[in-house]
């Protein structure tokens, strides 16, 4: 996706109606190139986009409410919540025929603008006072750009004007067919004729004039008439100079991949309300649970590494309870030498004698400067220490799959997890546990970790639901009563649920809805059936040694139900 300067001008107009007047009340880091600002507006909340993203800048209004996407505020964050926080928003404005969008922010500190340089590989946002950078999201050094720099401190520079280019409203037929004539190659394609030619022609405008003049997106100047070409250059361009947007999107099979202001026919296209929505949808939302997305990977990258680990730890002690041949060898070794010491000669180095008639004779090393008893109070030393280590090892092997359980509810957490303290929670308990590898992160200060979940069933019942660990143990070991029903998925990470009994008869209806409930903040939520154990609290203990939230449970009854959120339940 890459926004023209037509889309940029449908983006100035729908902007202008939306925001101007309003009053910037937050500043949220949506990404590590991305800020957010919430704008009160003709008295509706407006969360607008500005994205420095190299490969796929934008400016948009967003629907939902913003997310924090990082765990540290960036420096030119910081430096909008000192100066635009509480600002008006005066202007938005485009310089002609060029992909920038300015905002004019009038605040405490005077006047000010934030300009976004929506170009793929060269994009930034930058806030500036009295033409100097406060700061930016992407900095310029003269080591890639000598003439023009994007660094705090230094006047900025807009980019070079755009020369020698006809311009759309004065073009003629006359002036196309002489293109066409002038091509260095006949084999030169319409497509990238057209944007080196003439003013604000994206190579996406030129690939639907193309279409529309010879059938064909890639149609090369020997085979497209002049006059056709005018014909459809008007169709496409007309509307567009007259400020007459429609914006769309344009699908690959099924893919949204262009925005555009105006209908395409090379490729699949739906119309949409506004541009920002159009923006919105082929960018990918940056509000809701999809904002998180890029804080979870390293985590879940993190909880990948050290289940990876786990499991061939796991894997070398069950093979090592498996062999027990070393073991016995041990204890042989020290009874031969026991047996063959008056026939050990001095500074002999090994023994060849036979344990069983029917097996081969061993080969017992020996050291030369000790003597034979030292030597076969050294095999049974090694035969009782490995001896030990082997009775260990299944206690081993249970620590090992309990904590490779719990990993397995960790990552439940992160899929579920809504908010960064709620990621912060996950990257806390990896760190206590010793499987977070890189540099320790702090923890989040504040309030605003949500409690379990609490819903009351359309008969009045009580239902706590655990979406974490940490919620789990709150919900099994401090809210509930020991007669109180608890559900869990089967044998998959997920909530601990718990209906209240209030000494009613629970229906078998309220307990099927709470098992959908218990399915659905699951790892198995995607499944179309899941299997969900209920029982008593009195029958559910906490595993000692295991991390919060994991248990073990008795007498439970399983039911098997589609997964369904809470609203079930009232």
Not at 152 to 158: A, I, L, S, W
Not at 304 to 321: D, F, H, V
Not at 373 to 398: C, G, H, M, T, V
Request: net charge neutral; proline share 5%.
């Amino acid at each position: 996706m890459s926004l023209d300067t037509f889309t940029i001008s449908a983006l100035v107009d729908e902007l202008t109606e939306s925001i101007i007047g309003g009053r910037v009340q937050d500043i949220i880091d949506v990404d590590a190139m991305g800020i957010g600002l919430e704008i009160y507006a003709a008295g509706r909340r407006r969360y607008l986009i500005l994205s420095a993203d190299t490969s796929n800048p934008r400016v948009h209004l967003a629907e939902a409410k913003l997310r924090r996407g990082t765990a540290q505020p960036t420096q030119l964050g910081l430096l909008f919540r000192r100066y635009i926080e509480g600002g008006l928003v005066t202007a938005v404005t485009q310089p002609p025929w060029e992909r920038l969008l300015k905002l004019e922010i009038e605040s405490r500190d005077g006047a000010l603008e934030i300009i976004a340089e929506l170009m793929p590989r060269r994009a930034n946002v930058l806030l500036i006072r009295d033409g100097l950078i406060l700061d930016c999201l992407n900095r310029v050094g003269p080591e890639a750009n000598r003439y023009r720099l994007s660094l705090p401190n230094h006047r900025y520079v807009p980019p070079p004007p755009i020369r020698g280019q006809l311009h759309p409203a004065a073009l003629t037929a006359v002036d196309l067919e002489r293109l066409l004539e002038n091509a260095v190659k006949p084999t030169a394609q319409i497509r990238r004729l057209l944007p080196g030619a003439i003013l604000g022609l994206s190579p996406l405008l030129a690939k639907e004039i193309a279409f529309r003049a010879a059938g064909d997106a890639r149609a090369q100047a020997a085979d497209t008439d002049g006059a056709e070409l005018f014909r459809a250059f008007d169709e496409v361009a007309g509307p567009l100079l007259q400020r007459r947007w429609q914006p769309g999107l344009g699908c690959i099979d099924g893919v949204a991949a262009e925005v555009s202001v105006f209908p395409l026919r090379h490729l699949d296209w739906c119309a949409c309300g506004a541009v920002s929505e159009a923006i919105s949808r082929c960018a990918g939302s940056l509000s809701g649970p999809d904002a998180y997305r890029a804080a979870k990977q390293p985590v879940q990258a993190a909880i990948g590494e050290a289940k990876a680990k786990l499991s061939a730890k796991a894997a070398s002690l069950e093979r090592n309870l498996k062999d027990n041949s070393d073991l016995e060898l041990l204890r042989q070794s020290g009874e031969l030498i026991l047996a063959y010491q008056y026939a050990i000669q001095a500074e002999q180095t090994e023994l060849r004698a036979q344990y069983d008639l029917d097996a081969p004779p061993l080969v017992i090393r020996l050291n030369p400067d000790r003597s034979p008893l030292e030597n076969a109070q050294n095999y049974f030393r090694r035969y009782e220490k490995s001896k030990s280590a082997a009775a260990a090892l299944p206690r081993l092997i249970d620590e090992t799959r309990l904590e490779l359980g719990f990993l397995d509810q960790l990552e439940s957490d992160l899929q579920i997890a809504a908010n960064w303290l709620e990621i912060d929670d996950v990257i806390q308990i990896l760190q206590n546990r010793g499987h977070w590898l890189g540099q320790p992160v702090r923890r989040m200060g504040g309030g605003g970790r949500k409690g379990p979940l609490r819903v009351v069933s359309r008969d009045g019942y009580v239902i706590w639901v655990g979406r974490s660990s940490r919620q789990n143990e709150t919900v099994t070991f401090k809210r509930a009563n020991p007669q109180d029903i608890w559900l869990h998925a089967r044998q998959v990470p997920g909530a601990h649920v718990v209906i209240r009994n209030d000494g009613r008869r629970v229906k078998a209806e309220l307990i099927a809805e709470a098992a959908a409930v218990a399915a659905w903040y699951s790892k198995s939520r995607e499944d179309s059936s899941v299997q969900v154990d209920y029982t008593r609290i009195k029958y559910v203990k906490a595993i000692k040694g295991a991390g919060p939230g994991m248990v073990t449970y008795r007498n439970e009854n399983t039911l098997s139900v589609r997964p369904q959120d809470e609203s079930i339940l009232s």
